[in-house]
């Protein structure tokens, strides 16, 4: 079991930046045995990937629309994953939510499914 607290969204101007952060909590395991996404989810539509670290931080993975503006992050020290987010548009505008997987649970897709999610945090750019 984790649990995922989301914080750091907020307002701001097309162009402007942001960093999120998803604070981890777990009992039974320690914050570096997950994977970890960022996933968002517009008014309207399908939740859809944004980015994807693995349990180690080798790997990273972006959405091309987010590829080369967005850096996702973790602090296995600190037990906290990050998203900076750079010359944000506004369709960026979403509630972002952090999710974890533990390393050991298979799937089809690792970079979208995920066993445990946060409550989200809302971005909105304006144009």
């Known amino acids: 079991q984790v649990q995922l607290v989301e914080s750091g969204g907020g307002l701001v101007q097309a162009g402007g930046s942001l960093r999120l952060s998803c604070a981890a909590s777990?009992?039974?395991?320690?914050?570096?045995?997950?994977?970890m996404g960022w996933m968002r989810q517009a008014p309207g539509k399908e939740r859809e990937f944004v980015a994807y670290?693995?349990?180690?931080?080798?790997?990273?993975t972006y959405a091309d629309s987010v590829k080369g503006r967005f850096a996702i992050s973790r602090d296995d020290a600190k037990n906290t994953l990050y998203l900076q987010m750079n010359s944000l548009k506004p369709e960026d505008t979403a509630v972002y939510y952090c999710?974890?997987?533990?390393?050991?649970?298979?799937?089809?897709?690792?970079?979208?499914?995920?066993?445990?999610w946060g409550q989200g945090t809302q971005v909105t750019v304006s144009s």
């Open positions: 999710a974890a997987r533990y390393l050991h649970t298979i799937v089809a897709a690792p970079t979208t499914t995920y066993e445990y």
């Open positions: 777990t009992s039974t395991s320690t914050f570096s045995s997950y994977n």
């Open positions: 670290i693995s349990w180690s931080g080798g790997t990273t």
